[in-house]
């Protein structure tokens, strides 16, 4: 095999072009003009939830239990595949270029998602915490540094074969990664945070500097951990579009199974039934119904503009229904189903139905609470607009998908 470092640049950018063609997907969808709008009225209701936040609430708890968490998940992307299990083991010993590229390209990423909360969040910093943005400047390159001593103590964690040594480490790292991130956020005299860091470099250097040369690379959690990160990443763009390469997952979620006993026992309602079924056990479309709900009611109470009510509901049911939209394609791969003594039809008026229903459960929610809060008339316009989406936004998108055929 070539230079590792080759092999390494044609994975990365082999990830990209597969990423970057999905990401076009979901730009052309709309759903970034749905953000948008969600962003202004985000920034419009920031002002006044400052203003609102009581004096006595622990802000800076909120910011350090965020960053430590933010500094603590993570994992190193190698962009190893199931095939590199046969043919990398042999060449470990000239891996470590590729595996310092891996983490340095982690930790670039990595930072970004630190610094867009902490950016998000500065109004909150300089009304609370201190109005200095040198002082918000250097928590985010503190936050940064820390960052990559995770990724590259948590990379030679994985090398222990043994999960619960793995936990055992992750929980450690917790534990040092809350206290440099209450010394920063406390504003802690400069040596107590410059012991902190001299405690971490001596942690890595005397003790997973170690870790590394007495533990091989364990290849196949690498592959686990790369192949969980792209299904992930696959899971949000079949929300937009079909992503033939997605794993299916399954969730029992026993607890919901009264649900099923709702479908009428009619041999017409066959799809319906394993829609259903798809619905709460498959690619965790029953989780996004649920937080998009959630989402939308946490919007409708805090929002108090009649016109922004009626927006807001239209907006989360507009997003909630094109992600219901691919559950249609869910069987698209499985020829069995097709044998089933069943008039394809009725695996349109299914997927129709189940939709339709699980819109009225959103509407119903979205009305309730913005009648009970905001007043009657506000939830009736919000029920109106809502069930209007839910009746006509199938027959929209199918009229789309044959003008884009055509």
Not at 192 to 215: C, S
Not at 238 to 267: G, W
């Amino acid at each position: 095999m070539g230079n590792v470092q080759e092999l390494w640049q044609k994975r990365r950018a082999d990830y990209w072009e597969m990423a970057v063609r999905y990401l076009r997907l979901i730009a052309n969808s709309g759903f970034l003009f749905t953000l948008y709008l969600l962003f202004i009225f985000g920034s419009y209701y920031y002002g006044e939830f400052l203003m609102w936040l009581p004096e006595d609430f622990p802000v800076v708890w909120v910011f350090i239990a965020l960053f430590t968490w933010l500094v603590t998940r993570g994992r190193v992307r190698t962009f190893v595949r199931e095939a590199d299990l046969v043919y990398l083991p042999p060449l470990e010993s000239r891996m470590k270029p590729y595996f310092r590229s891996s983490i340095l390209y982690s930790w670039m990423m990595e930072t970004f998602w630190i610094a867009l909360p902490l950016l998000v969040m500065a109004p909150l910093f300089f009304h609370r915490i201190s109005d200095s943005g040198s002082l918000l400047i250097t928590i985010l390159v503190m936050l940064s540094a820390l960052k990559l001593w995770n990724l590259a103590s948590g990379f030679e964690e994985q090398r222990f074969q043994d999960n619960s040594k793995v936990a055992g480490h992750t929980i450690i790292r917790t534990v040092l990664n809350f206290s440099a991130v209450l010394a920063m956020f406390t504003m802690q005299p400069v040596w107590v945070l410059g012991g902190l860091a001299a405690l971490l470099t001596v942690l890595y250097v005397f003790y997973f500097n170690k870790v590394n040369r007495t533990h091989s690379v364990k290849w196949e959690r690498l592959a686990r951990i790369e192949d969980n990160t792209v299904m992930t990443f696959y899971r949000i763009a079949n929300s937009f579009t079909d992503v033939p390469r997605l794993k299916m997952s399954i969730r029992p979620r026993s607890y919901l199974n009264s649900l099923f006993q709702m479908v009428p026992f009619e041999q017409k309602n066959t799809y319906l039934y394993m829609y259903t079924r798809s619905f709460v056990r498959s690619n965790d479309y029953f989780g996004i119904f649920v937080r998009l709900t959630l989402l939308g009611m946490l919007f409708l109470y805090v929002v108090t503009l009649s016109w922004g009510l009626w927006l807001i509901a239209a907006l989360f049911v507009y997003m909630t229904a094109i992600q219901l939209k691919t559950l249609k394609g869910h069987y698209k791969t499985n020829q069995i189903i097709d044998l089933y003594p069943v008039a394809l039809k009725h695996k349109e008026e299914g997927h129709r139905k189940l939709v339709w229903l699980l819109l009225l459960v959103q509407v119903f929610a979205f009305t309730l609470l913005t009648g009970g809060i905001h007043g009657w008339a506000d939830g009736a316009i919000v029920a109106g607009i809502g069930i209007f989406l839910a009746l006509f936004y199938d027959r929209f998108s199918r009229k789309r998908e044959v003008r884009t055929a055509q």
